[in-house]
């Protein structure tokens, strides 16, 4: 193994931009000596440690990545207190986001804002009207801003409309904002319903797996995966009922005994949700819990993980 921190780097980063986060954080735990070296390294780790769900031990690595890369440290912490479910840190940051207001980027304040909004702070329209005041020139920053503001309920303002006027202003060929004619969208309305039908038929015949399907539909995976199925709580006649896409309870269960890591596809999570089956264990960590619901016992395990797949779950051994 070369002892390099150049190519330690390139080969770390090639792992976790191709989505290997387990083998990016195996390769780092592996040269210990060299990624005390590399300020990339220590990030990369503390990112693929969140990534694996051990979110303590990136926890501890914040001091250090913060040291050479504040916004990069702030991201990761944002991100860890999200995924844990530690609102009140959320809460601290936005404030804290709010007092540095002038060594944040104006996109950057964007993203506060919406964390704002999540959380019910009422910062949310001041961070928001900083951001425009100093990326007035940014068509990013301005239509994240609007489409910030209609997501907190008060995009009927008049700075919230004139920030996506001038978003599209600002746009050019590849901008964020495209002006088109109702002559051009009736033109390309056959393509996209052809589109439609064909994204569709891949995922009735599981080809595709959801959050691309719902990606490529321009559509949240939450409302594609529970929309039908709060509408079919209102419907009475079953023939008139939409069809859940879900998971065939034909794989026969696995023996899970010294399994400590288990992974739930996101799907399979709000399914379960839908389902009224307890779901704590996936979204927090809780060591050594069980949960048992009618006919299914989700296992003892110390570590889990979200994964995009078309498997429901999966259990890998040897990580705790």
């Not at 007035?136 to 239509?143: F, H, I, K, T």
């Amino acid at each position: 193994m070369t002892k390099d921190v150049k190519a330690a780097e390139r080969y770390a980063s090639a792992l976790y931009d191709s989505g290997d986060v387990v083998g990016c954080l195996d390769f780092l735990q592996s040269v210990p000596e060299i990624v005390s070296q590399s300020p990339k390294l220590e990030s990369l780790m503390a990112w693929s440690l969140y990534g694996c769900g051990e979110f303590a031990a990136s926890r501890a690595l914040l001091p250090a990545v913060g040291q050479h890369d504040p916004r990069n440290a702030r991201m990761l912490s944002t991100n860890l207190a999200i995924s844990s479910g530690d609102w009140e840190s959320i809460q601290l940051s936005v404030e804290n986001d709010w007092i540095n207001r002038d060594d944040r980027r104006p996109i950057d304040l964007v993203a506060a804002a919406k964390l704002a909004i999540q959380v019910g702070s009422s910062r949310s329209k001041d961070l928001l009207r900083e951001a425009v005041s100093r990326g007035s020139d940014d068509p990013e920053v301005l239509l994240g801003a609007y489409v910030c503001a209609t997501e907190g309920g008060f995009e009927d303002s008049g700075d919230a409309f004139s920030w996506l006027s001038r978003a599209a202003e600002l746009s050019g060929p590849d901008g964020p904002v495209q002006k088109i004619t109702l002559e051009q969208i009736k033109e390309r309305q056959p393509d996209w319903a052809r589109h439609e039908r064909d994204v569709s038929e891949a995922y009735i015949h599981s080809e595709m797996p959801a959050f691309l399907v719902a990606k490529s539909l321009n559509r949240s995976q939450i409302s594609l995966l529970t929309l039908a199925a709060l509408t079919n709580r209102e419907e009475l006649d079953a023939r008139r009922r939409s069809w859940i896409p879900a998971f065939t309870g034909a794989r026969a269960p696995d023996d899970l005994t010294g399994v400590s890591s288990v992974a739930i596809d996101v799907s399979a999570l709000l399914n379960l949700e839908l389902l009224g089956i307890p779901t704590t264990l996936a979204t927090t960590r809780a060591p050594h819990r069980r949960y048992v619901n009618p006919g299914q016992v989700i296992y003892r395990v110390s570590t889990t993980h979200l994964i995009y797949s078309r498997l429901p779950w999966a259990g890998r051994r040897g990580r705790g």
